[in-house]
């Protein structure tokens, strides 16, 4: 079982948001979104080893990695301008949202026994939505987002 936690994500993204009637005037307005997104994550999958094992002490092992977890995220969109959305349509909706999505989790790492029970290791993973919940907090809703991940530390194994 894995639990990540990733640190929130800032950006900000050029958008234009078009008028719904022709006699609106402008048609478009350009505008700047400053967006925040956190993303909590849950797997439960399986580790099988292609070269060595988890009990290998005098070499390196090489291992895949395959799950299934669940993201649930927030996002929160604020605009550089009001505009009423009564008279114009815009990607995203400015204010804030909860989200989830189902994921296929995959992998490949490495480990090296250091002594005993104590295991440098280093991996590197993939969470693909697996399932659409559409948000129209998110400005790409269509298998977003699709988080890679690298990482390296020890592992400590208890019999």
Known sequence: MWVSYIIPGKFKN???????FPATSPQS??????????IKQVS????HYFKGGSNTDDNWSLYGIAGFGIIGGYVSNSFNTTIDTSLYTV??????????????????GWEFPVSGDLVIYNDLTVWVPASDYPSKYLLINNKAP??????????IYFD
Do not use: E, Q, Y
């Open 14 to 20: 050029s958008l234009s948001a078009t008028a719904k």
């Open 29 to 38: 307005i350009a505008f700047v979104n400053k967006a925040k997104m956190n």
């Open 44 to 47: 439960i999958g399986w580790k």
């Open 91 to 108: 990607p995203v909706i400015n204010g804030a949202s909860k989200f989830k999505r189902l994921t296929a989790d995959l992998g490949l």
């Open 146 to 155: 699709l988080i890679v991940s690298f990482h390296l530390g020890l592992r």
